[in-house]
């Protein structure tokens, strides 16, 4: 894991569960560790994503709690159908999806997260994206938003389970790291100021070059790709695009 830039945009707060194979123990019990519920019913951090060499990643807890921004705004415009929000944290785009009268949910693996979305006006349920989920096959979009590309340390398995989750065709947005060059797999803990550790989990960070290249081989295409300020998404469709008829 190369460290930010000064001035980068955090990751936000994942939520998922260890891939089978994978070391290390299950995120659910990080993400809902006492460091991560105080930081979302405060609204506030420092929070953080610690590597085992010490690198700390920022998480952006008051990015996180407030309404959605411009960003996520042009994001939630590019949404087609009902929107599934992977590792929603405490529920910022759930809530504005529901305040334009378009029909979400979210889900993550913190009861906190769950509970302040709900009271945000979004609909949201305590699971992992690895669990059974209502309306499988047949959403119209998945996010993976705030650096939730991360989730299980395999992005491949994390991309074969959203093919399953979409409807044919099926759109899926993810925020990407804002260093190109980053695809890397590594331990990490949730900790806050005080240094205060959760268990060890496995964890992805990819650039935009690094998640073409996984979606490519995992069967999917490009639709979009684009940024805003310092923040930067993909767009892909399950299915490959149809072939073009020879002239």
């Known amino acids: ?41 405060t609204s506030r951090g420092p929070l953080f994503l610690r590597r085992t060499d010490g690198w700390l990643l920022p998480l952006d807890v008051e990015r996180w709690c407030a309404p959605a921004d411009a960003a996520d705004l042009e994001v939630l415009e590019r949404c087609e159908g009902t929107v599934l929000d992977v590792g929603c944290g405490p529920g910022r785009l759930v809530a504005a999806l529901a305040a334009r009268g378009r029909r979400g949910l979210g889900i993550d693996v913190s009861e906190a997260a769950v509970a302040r979305t709900v009271r945000c006006g979004g609909r949201a349920l305590r699971r992992s994206v690895f669990d059974p989920l209502p309306g499988t096959g047949r959403w119209g979009t998945v996010l993976l938003m705030d650096g939730n590309l991360g989730i299980g340390g395999d992005p491949i398995a994390l991309l074969g389970r959203l093919a399953q989750l979409l409807a044919p065709g099926g759109l899926l947005i993810a925020e990407t790291a804002p260093q190109p060059d980053v695809d890397e797999r590594v331990l990490v803990q949730v900790i806050d100021a005080r240094g205060t550790p959760g268990p060890p989990f496995p964890w992805a960070r990819l650039g935009t070059p690094a998640l073409l290249r996984h979606a490519d081989r995992a069967g999917w295409h490009t639709d979009a790709r684009w940024s805003t300020g310092d923040r930067c998404f993909v767009a892909l469709r399950t299915g490959r695009p149809p072939a073009r008829p020879a002239r």
């Open 1 to 41: 894991m190369s460290a930010p830039p000064a001035g980068s945009a955090p990751a936000a707060v994942p939520a998922g569960r260890r891939t089978p194979g994978r070391p290390g123990s299950s995120p659910e019990r990080s993400w809902s560790a006492d460091p991560y519920s105080d930081a979302l019913r």
